[in-house]
Structures are given as C-alpha cells and as structure tokens.
C-alpha cells in the first residue's frame, strides 16, 4: 500500500484598476433620470471619494461647467420651455482602463443645429444623422453662432479624418435625444479640450459644441475618448 496525499489547488485572476478608473462594463457616467441640480453636483464637481488628480480636473473645470447651469436653473424655476446639450465624458487607454470623468459640460445648441432642425421637419435633411461625435484641442469657449470645432482632430482618428459614428436612442424620458460614441486615436499626442455632435462624420452640420479643461491622450498607446451627449427638450409655456 502506498500513502498519498492531495493539496487543495485552484486558479485565480485579479484585476488591478487605478484609482478613480473603473472597468467600461461597470460603469454607467449618466443618471437614469432627468438631470437634476443635485445631479450637477454629484457628476460634475469634485468628490471626496474621487482619485486626487480627477478632483483636480473636476475643480478646474467647475467654472466651465456652471457657465450655462444657472440658466438652466431659471427657466426650469419659470417653467420656460428650453432645450441644452449635457456631455458625458470617459477617457479609455490603449489598455481598456477608464477614467470617468463625468458630466463636463452643459451648453445651448447652435444656430446652424436648430436650422438643421427646422429644414428636418421638411424632410430636406434627416435628423437622425445629428450622431456624429467630433473632439479637438480648441479653448475658445462655445457660443451659439459656432459652425464647427476650432481645432479638430485629423490624422490623430482612427480612421483618419473621421469621427467616430454614436448610438441614437431615447436617454432617461422620453424627451431626451443621447448618443454614445469613442474616438479612439493611433497617432498623436492631443489635450482634448472640446467635442462636438455634426451630422456628417466630416464636414457636416454643428448640433452643440461644448468646450472643457484639457483630457491628455496618446495615440500612440491607443488611447481613446468616449462621449454621451444628451438633449433635454422640454414641453409646456
């Protein structure tokens, strides 16, 4: 007779996620409501729980951030029918870790986007084609007459000179339009410093463009940008 003996094995992977980045499957940037003014605060200003370098992004890009909230505070407290972009952003690395940066902006749509939306209605452009998302490294803050990025992207997308095709689907309620998208880069070095929604995956038609403190990605380690934009109509008088 011979003695044996049997040592308890097994196999176990751990993953290792930076702080304040958080796996794509896990996260979900947007509230599944209505943006509220608590909602602002949460998303867009530093959190105590946050990574010390994102709340220091966060607090540089408050001032950008409020910009349009108070307006849209007041014609909520009048109950004034409105309508606003709110941008989502996330950066991706060349090795799938996330940094979720939240919601960096809040702006008014175009002159050129809401033409765009009257030529819809006689069907001589289809809004649906609004699901273009479009980053560059321009700092001029966004106005109502914009027409396109300031300083766009070119050979840094992958493809070359195109932006990325979002998702179209209904956001929290009904009367939210939200797109989802990723530039993801090959070359270049950029500080993203704004985004924008065209109809067209060049050139096109500017829906909303929003502006934000700088987003550092190399395209050369793959590094890529995802966008959730959100337009909130709202009904009444």
Do not use: C
């Not at 980045?21 to 509220?36: C, F, G, I, N, W």
């Not at 998303?43 to 370098?53: F, L, T, V």
């Not at 220091?56 to 950008?64: C, F, H, L, P, S």
């Not at 109809?199 to 550092?216: C, E, K, P, Q, Y």
Request: aromatic fraction near 8%.
């Amino acid at each position: 007779m011979f003695a044996t003996s049997t040592q308890p094995r097994g196999d176990v992977q751990l993953q290792v996620i930076p702080g304040g980045k958080t796996p794509e499957s896990l996260m979900r940037p947007e509230p599944a409501k209505l943006l509220s003014a608590k909602d602002i605060f949460r998303y867009g200003w530093p959190q105590s729980d946050q990574h010390p370098a994102l709340q220091q992004w966060k607090a540089d890009n408050v001032r950008k951030l409020m910009r349009r909230s108070y307006k849209l505070a007041v014609a909520r407290a009048l109950k004034i029918p409105h309508f606003y972009g709110a941008l989502w952003l996330s950066k991706i690395d060349g090795r799938g870790d996330m940094v979720d940066y939240g919601l960096v902006s809040l702006r008014v749509v175009t002159t050129a986007g809401v033409n765009y939306i009257v030529d819809a209605f006689q069907n001589s452009v289809e809004v649906e084609d609004m699901k273009y998302h479009g980053i560059g490294t321009g700092t001029t803050g966004a106005v109502v007459g914009d027409t396109s990025l300031e300083t766009e992207l070119t050979t840094e997308y992958n493809p070359d000179n195109t932006r990325a095709t979002g998702t179209t689907a209904e956001g929290a309620s009904a009367n939210i339009y939200q797109t989802v998208a990723t530039n993801t880069l090959d070359s270049g070095t950029p500080a993203v410093t704004e985004h924008g929604i065209l109809s067209a995956s060049s050139s096109g038609t500017l829906l909303d463009r929003h502006t934000f403190s700088a987003i550092n990605l190399d395209g050369t380690q793959g590094d890529g940008l995802q966008s959730t934009y959100e337009l909130t109509f709202s009904a009444g008088g």
